[in-house]
């Protein structure tokens, strides 16, 4: 895949807030149909650099391009009208509202005369339940609300939708780190079925080394706002990785305490 142009490049970023630089230099290339696991421990970098694809910051100094063209993204307007669809940890979901009006969130299919016309409910509903099951999960009720799922179909429902709003590069900020063993599974699932596709770039923010060996394709390791490693899942399968995790030294210890 690296004779490919990568979906999205990042070239020597560097984002200071004030004093502070939060970013130093960082680059990578995300490939389509790979996830891409960004790694760190906490303080490295990790929300900065997504928040800046994002549109959210804008870099102090280096550039983003998107598919060979360098980008500016002003707003995260700019940045999800370019193809880029973040999932926060906080899913920007309405716990009371429905499966399907969450999916659809200000962007109704309507009907009949007017700009608001009829929201063409059963259509909707179909679509979001389409959409899920694409991805693997099964809502027999889309009319239930948002608070009765498991918070792995909360992940798959914001991820669906993101997809279905025309996502081409999809950031998944730690989504496994609140929920249990048996749930995580479920998203990563739903992230391998998503790299099936083939059309679409996950970008996985993570702490977690066995998810990232599980999924990843590539890996990119920040510390302190600067790449201290980079490479492919072939790489991933020695020990580097428990190397650079933070603390990895110490874990090997914890885990001989623990022996005792
Ligand atoms: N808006 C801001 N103003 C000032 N400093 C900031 C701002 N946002 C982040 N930082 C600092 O930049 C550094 C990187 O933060 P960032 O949130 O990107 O780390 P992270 O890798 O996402 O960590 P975590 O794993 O805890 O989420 C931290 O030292 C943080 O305090
Ligand atoms: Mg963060």
Same mark, same amino acid.
């Given at each position: 895949?690296?004779?490919?142009?990568?979906?999205?490049?990042?070239?020597?970023?560097?984002?200071?807030?004030?004093?502070?630089?939060?970013?130093?230099?960082?680059?990578?290339?995300?490939?389509?149909?790979?996830?891409?696991?960004?790694?760190?421990?906490?303080?490295?970098?990790?929300?900065?650099?997504?928040?800046?694809?994002?549109?959210?910051?804008?870099?102090?100094?280096?550039?983003?391009?998107?598919?060979?063209?360098?980008?500016?993204?002003?707003?995260?307007?700019?940045?999800?009208?370019?193809?880029?669809?973040? $999932?926060?940890?906080?899913?920007?979901?309405?716990?009371?509202?429905? $499966?399907?009006?969450?999916?659809?969130?200000?962007?109704?299919?309507?009907?009949?005369?007017?700009?608001?016309?009829?929201?063409?409910?059963?259509?909707?509903?179909?679509?979001?339940?389409?959409?899920?099951?694409?991805?693997?999960?099964?809502?027999?009720?889309?009319?239930?609300?948002?608070?009765?799922?498991?918070?792995?179909?909360?992940?798959?429902?914001?991820?669906?939708?993101?997809?279905?709003?025309?996502?081409?590069?999809?950031?998944?900020?730690?989504?496994?780190?609140?929920?249990?063993?048996?749930?995580?599974?479920?998203?990563?699932?739903?992230?391998?079925?998503?790299?099936?596709?083939?059309?679409?770039?996950?970008?996985?923010?993570?702490?977690?080394?066995?998810?990232?060996?599980?999924?990843?394709?590539?890996?990119?390791?920040?510390?302190?706002?600067?790449?201290?490693?980079?490479?492919?899942?072939?790489?991933?399968?020695?020990?580097?990785?428990?190397?650079?995790?933070?603390?990895?030294?110490?874990?090997?210890?914890?885990?001989?305490?623990?022996?005792?």
């Amino acid at each position: 895949m690296d004779g490919t142009v990568p979906v999205i490049r990042v070239e020597n970023l560097v984002k200071k807030f004030g004093n502070f630089t939060a970013l130093n230099g960082v680059s990578l290339d995300v490939h389509t149909g790979e996830v891409h696991a960004l790694l760190g421990d906490n303080g490295a970098g990790k929300s900065t650099l997504i928040k800046t694809l994002a549109g959210v910051h804008q870099p102090t100094s280096g550039t983003i391009y998107l598919s060979g063209a360098a980008q500016h993204f002003r707003t995260p307007r700019d940045s999800s009208d370019a193809g880029i669809g973040v $999932v926060y940890q906080d899913l920007a979901l309405n716990p009371l509202a429905s $499966v399907t009006r969450n999916f659809f969130l200000g962007r109704e299919v309507t009907g009949g005369p007017g700009p608001f016309g009829w929201m063409k409910m059963s259509e909707m509903d179909r679509i979001a339940t389409e959409q899920m099951a694409e991805i693997g999960i099964n809502i027999s009720d889309p009319s239930q609300t948002v608070g009765t799922m498991s918070g792995g179909q909360k992940q798959t429902l914001a991820i669906a939708r993101a997809i279905y709003f025309g996502a081409k590069v999809l950031i998944l900020d730690e989504p496994t780190s609140a929920l249990g063993q048996k749930q995580q599974m479920e998203v990563l699932k739903t992230i391998r079925r998503v790299q099936k596709r083939g059309d679409i770039a996950i970008i996985l923010i993570t702490h977690n080394e066995i998810h990232a060996k599980l999924i990843a394709d590539r890996f990119t390791f920040l510390s302190l706002g600067e790449v201290i490693g980079a490479g492919t899942k072939h790489d991933l399968e020695g020990e580097e990785i428990r190397k650079l995790m933070a603390g990895g030294a110490e874990l090997a210890d914890l885990a001989q305490e623990l022996a005792v």
